[in-house]
């Protein structure tokens, strides 16, 4: 992930000091408040001579004049300085856009210096065109420019243009020499700068992205047959939809990092083992050192490295690995669980390079029978797919709206699932790590029929952006498994061939993590032996289903089930769209007897809704208002009835009182044993008691105590309450009034 500017180590990234006095950014916060200088701060009224008021007047035109004379001064000499040389030069920001409507760019050759780009739009990057009122949309290429001062360069650094994502092809060049492409809009990518940087001056990058896509296209089309082969079922967002920064490394550094921890549930014991990916950028080997170490939530741990090879070759021009094992005792280990995500740090430096600092996560996640376990308990959990897709914003996923997005679906319960058919933003991959969610990752293979799988040019794609989304999220304690496609002809020979050949592909990535893949077809009634479609080769099964009525996906559960007894399952996707029922009673009701069968079918493990939120397609029965309407909340993000409905299911608990009585407060709660089932935590009840117009007079908080009779004094003048039940530092379940024999 591209670190925030705040955390850059450049005073002035990539700025000159002209820049820096123009920008409200970069204002200090005492900005606006009046300044004393030098001895006239000592002045008091008293000293001030009683002259006339003129006097004072051009007293203070002349201090006026002094500062904006050395003011200036500075102004003028610091714009002569040189850029100093930065760890990290963040090129986000203000860039100039156009849309390339008649395709005249390339001939246009508006990649050079030489073009004049003033009447060009100016945009913010993270961008995607598509959600900008501008250029709604256009498909096609878009064209950005963006000049900035390089940092100056010591010898012997090496310079490198890293992009977060840009959406779905780029070109790329710098100075008017391209630097190369990349096929793939949800990955990071980067080109080495070499020579054709200019340190300490005025450079140009220019990216032509392009998002218009066919049948070799991922996403893409499936065929040409049926407009729903056409298009695929969310939004084209075209652009630079990530940070852009330049990282200026020595020229031995450190590529990538993946920690491996594994604990060992029995003596409460952990192994750590680091892996560090080490380039050489110069012309003849080295031999160089690296050295490490592991901190819990900042604090560093007292242990040293007890296996792996400290020193290695790096041949010119090439890449060695080298590794670091860490054994953890009992008293170092705190695991990560979704209500408890503690998160340790491992910290390598090789020569003068010090590598970020990676975070990671104590847990192990295993498949045992028809169970999925976390950290040796048994799960049955809810979750939600979620697409990027808001009234302002799509792919670019701005922070804020993203985490807004998450916050959200924990308080509902929705806690495991596979997000979406793309790889996500970090900012959601580091929310989630965070706060304690369990996520499948996928790439983009949505759909694909039997002939694209079994083409060599769409493998050799998918294993490139499968490889580029493993490497830049495995180290994330939410990461629970990866999945190698959503939907695709699984049920073919190339389908299961497709599911053998990527899952050990994938495993040979990452074998700390377990594989899957999201199918439709598992539960066909043409099927005659498990080995005939693809979930067969998977380490669980993952089941879309969308039947008429809950009875018609019970009976899909059911034979998909019987192909695969001894299996768990994930229903991946279910759900009735908001604009296919009367109204959100009817929607509630029809979830609620989906959660019945849920229930009642103790091999599921998680069960996720389609979909979180709504969202712009041109997929065929899109609403005319041009969105998807499966959300639970609405495109601005209102939640609608059945996800209150469902908040209230899953919050794990089932209320067996709720009594208000003589100035005190009985409550008594179970455990839900059936669905949703949690890892066991420690939970709040806070309880707000409201006089007798509603009122809030006093919210107390105590610690669940499950199967007990909880009682909480009330305050004087208390008629009635609200109660809150609290997992992990968010609020998942409310409730009221309950007679002892009423279940909630």
């Not at 040409?224 to 920064?245: F, H, K, M, N, S």
């Not at 031995?252 to 990092?257: A, E, G, L």
């Not at 490497?471 to 304690?477: I, K, L, T, Y």
């Not at 530092?729 to 009221?736: D, E, R």
């Amino acid at each position: 992930m591209i670190p925030h500017p705040d955390f850059q180590r450049s005073t002035f990234p990539n700025l000159t000091w002209s820049d820096w006095r123009a920008s409200n950014r970069f204002r200090p916060s005492h900005a606006n408040v009046p300044v004393s200088v030098g001895s006239f701060s000592n002045f008091s009224s008293e000293s001030i001579p009683k002259r006339p008021i003129r006097f004072l007047l051009s007293l203070h035109l002349w201090i006026a004049a002094v500062l904006f004379a050395l003011v200036g001064s500075l102004g003028r000499a610091a714009e002569n300085l040189p850029v100093p040389s930065a760890g990290r030069v963040s090129l986000s920001g203000e860039w100039k856009f156009t849309a390339d409507y008649q395709n005249a760019g390339d001939a246009a050759q508006w990649f050079t210096p030489a073009y004049g780009d003033g009447v060009w739009d100016t945009v913010q990057v993270p961008h995607t065109w598509s959600h900008d009122p501008r250029f709604m949309g256009f498909i096609g290429a878009g064209w950005y420019r963006r000049k900035f001062t390089a940092p100056t360069v010591a010898e012997g650094e090496h310079v490198r243009l890293v992009f977060g994502a840009v959406f779905a092809r780029a070109r790329v060049w710098l100075n008017g020499q391209l630097l190369g492409s990349h096929d793939g809009g949800y990955t990071p990518f980067e080109f080495d700068l070499g020579a054709a940087l200019k340190p300490g001056a005025s450079n140009l990058i220019v990216v032509c992205a392009d998002n218009r896509w066919d049948a070799t296209t991922s996403p893409g089309a499936r065929g040409t047959a049926q407009p729903p082969e056409l298009v695929y079922a969310w939004w084209d967002d075209g652009g630079i939809i990530r940070d852009v920064e330049l990282r200026v490394t020595p020229a031995i550094y450190i590529s990538k990092q993946k920690v491996e921890a594994v604990p060992d549930l029995a003596s409460g014991t952990a192994t750590v083992r680091v892996r560090a990916w080490v380039r050489n950028t110069t012309g003849r080997s080295q031999r160089v050192r690296l050295t490490g170490e592991l901190a819990r939530e900042g604090e560093k741990l007292s242990l040293a490295p007890t296996t792996g090879e400290n020193e290695i070759e790096i041949p010119a021009n090439g890449d060695a690995v080298a590794e670091l094992g860490f054994s953890l005792a009992a008293t170092q280990v705190r695991l990560w669980s979704m209500d408890t995500p503690v998160l340790y740090q491992a910290r390598t430096q090789v020569g003068g390079h010090a590598a970020d600092s990676v975070n990671f996560g104590l847990r192990r996640f295993v498949v045992r029978g028809e169970q999925l376990l976390l950290n040796g308990h048994p799960i049955r959990l809810a979750g939600a797919n979620w697409h990027a897709s808001h009234p302002e914003w799509g792919q670019n996923q701005p922070a804020e709206g993203v985490i807004r997005d998450l916050q959200l679906m924990k308080e509902g319960g929705f806690v495991f699932q596979r997000l979406a058919h793309y790889p996500v933003s970090p900012v959601i991959l580091d929310w989630a790590d965070r706060h304690g969610m369990l996520l499948i990752a996928e790439a983009s293979n949505t759909g694909w029929k039997a002939n694209q799988l079994g083409s060599l040019q769409m493998q050799e794609k998918f294993r490139t952006a499968h490889r580029e989304m493993v490497e830049r999220d495995w180290n994330h304690a939410s990461i629970v498994a990866w999945s190698v496609g959503n939907e695709f002809a699984s049920d073919t020979p190339e389908g299961v061939r497709w599911v053998q050949d990527m899952g050990a592909f994938t495993r040979e990535l990452d074998p700390t993590r377990l594989v899957t893949f999201v199918s439709n077809s598992v539960s066909k009634s043409t099927l005659k032996t498990a080995g005939d479609e693809g979930s067969a080769y998977a380490d669980f099964v993952c089941l879309n289903t969308y039947g008429r009525t809950p009875r018609e996906n019970a009976a899909n559960i059911d034979r998909a089930h019987a192909l695969h007894p001894g299996k768990p399952f994930i229903i991946t996707e279910y759900g009735v769209r908001h604009d296919f029922v009367g109204d959100e009673t009817e929607r509630v009701d029809w979830f609620r007897e989906m959660l019945a069968i849920i229930r009642a079918r103790p091999f599921i493990s998680g069960a996720s809704v389609w979909s979180f939120n709504d969202y712009r397609s041109r997929y065929v029965g899109t609403n005319p208002n041009g969105w998807r309407e499966w959300g639970l909340v609405a495109p601005d993000r209102t939640p609608r009835g059945s996800y209150h409905a469902l908040r209230r299911e899953h919050s794990g608990f089932v209320v067996r009182e709720a009594t208000f009585a003589a100035g005190t407060l009985t409550v008594r709660l179970e455990s839900r044993t059936d669905f949703p089932v949690f890892p066991p935590a420690d939970c709040e009840l806070r309880v707000t008691f409201r006089d007798g117009q509603y009122r809030p007079l006093e919210t107390k908080t105590i610690p669940i105590r499950i199967g007990a009779a909880m009682k909480i004094s009330a305050p004087t003048g208390a008629g009635t309450f609200r109660a809150e039940i609290w997992r992990g530092n968010f609020p998942t379940g409310a409730f009221g009034p309950v007679e002892p024999a009423g279940v909630r």
